[in-house]
């Protein structure tokens, strides 16, 4: 049965069925064959389905309690005005119930057209500029309007809070646990200034090479972490690093780029300050998702002291530069 929050939401997202799923699915109208299979994914639960008439949807059930509906709606919204711009990317479509997010037993979802494509990870210059070309033209889109309910990408949500997480957790061994904090807030003071003088816009937020699909054109996917931020986060993560085979890498990027929209150079300053916030706010994620069954065989050396003696040793380069 479909219906607003009932029950215990998290208890029901752990235990999702493939009835549940195509139950959801077909409560708009969509009518599906009653093929259902899960798809990896750590945050979300996600499930490809196939319809009736032969298409086949992704359908992401949202964790419940990481985003409101408002902030899943500023993501649908950034969505189709790609769409709408004519940018590749994949947008939700209407679950029959005249919108793109709807909710079962306190979960909400979303369905999106399965698009086929591959992942690839090394690319030649051209193809680089392509990808470039096309990441100008979503942050086009992205700066015509503001995402009020996603997140904005500063010190505090992805340095001081995750942080928090982790000291609590006691993940971190207790030897390199002070250390390991007061470097991690000697980043966040460092880039605090910096960040918050950087023109920020709708981003992708994630867009590493696992979120650019080929079709044969590059396809942006995946824009569960959106968020509100300086462009040059959506160029760092192509072209992780300081050497000068990044920079190579991002110059290319910038090439296509700048076909398309301006780009702030000086923001390339926050590259790497921008790594470290990423690393730190991963290990977060981690820390907090720790309860969730899926997460300890996933991460099996989080506990582990090399985990946190490398990463505490990388902060340690990034902190040289800044």
Sequence with gaps: MVSGVAGEPVSSFFALTPDRVLDAVEVGGLRCTGRCMPLRAFENRVYEVELEDERRLVVKFYRPGR???ATILDEHA???DLVAAEVPAVAPIDLGNGGTLSEIEGILYAAFPKVRGR???ELDA???RRIGRTIGRMHAVGAARDAPHRRRLDEKRYIVEPLDVIMQGKFV???LAPRYRDLALRIADAV???LAAARVQRIHGDLHWGNILWTPDPLLVDFDDCAVGPPVQDLWLLARGNSEEARNLREDLLEGYQ???EFDRSTLALCEPLRAMRIIHMSGWIARRWDDPSFPPAFPMFRNHNYWNQEYEELVQ???TL
Excluded: V
């Design 192 to 194: 605090a200034k910096p």
């Design 78 to 80: 950034f969505l189709a």
């Design 173 to 175: 061994p207790e030897g």
């Design 67 to 69: 985003w409101s509906r």
């Design 126 to 128: 051209e193809n680089r």
């Design 259 to 261: 076909l398309f929209r």
């Design 119 to 121: 992942s690839l990870d």
């Design 318 to 320: 990034i902190a040289e």
